[in-house]
């Protein structure tokens, strides 16, 4: 006896097709400092907080505009660890996005593996990120099936 279309297969065919979806497929897409996006003077460490979790394959998408006669450039840089990134240190830094890259629709970011990363934006000689709280850090988790 087959499955005949009716009440049953369309939910049997959403079940069967949601559960073998590849887990990346759940992954979300989160703005960075929402709305206001990434800009001097924000707290994204109080944002990181109210947006967590984040998860393996989550993107993060870095938003700003672009450097004026008016407005200072930012950037993206990832920093080796929480030292680095309490005392804004840029030493060792990898820049991941430059002062364009975040212009129009905003730079992306995977989150692929599970480990702590560490955002900050170093320009204006690191006043961004000491005073202008542009550092923030987060740790993905392992996302779980649904079901």
């Not at 049997?12 to 206001?36: E, N, Q, R, Y």
């Not at 002062?99 to 629709?105: D, S, T």
Request: hydrophobic share 40%.
């Amino acid at each position: 006896m087959g499955l005949k279309y009716g009440s049953g297969f369309p939910l049997l065919f959403h079940v069967l097709v949601l559960t073998s979806m590849p887990a990346a497929s759940w992954a979300a897409t989160k703005i960075v400092g929402g709305s206001d996006h990434w800009r001097y003077g924000f707290n994204y460490t109080d944002w990181a907080l109210k947006n967590a979790p984040f998860y393996q394959n989550d993107t993060l998408v870095f938003m700003y505009d672009p450097p004026t006669n008016i407005t200072f450039p930012h950037s993206v840089s990832l920093l080796k660890d929480s030292k680095s990134l309490s005392a804004c240190d840029f030493t060792t830094a990898k820049l991941v996005a430059s002062v364009v890259q975040g212009i129009g629709k905003g730079f992306e970011f995977v989150l692929k593996k599970r480990k702590p990363y560490y955002f900050a934006c170093g320009e204006h000689e690191r006043l961004h990120c000491t005073a202008g709280q542009m550092k923030f850090s987060v740790t993905p988790l392992k996302r779980r099936c649904r079901g």
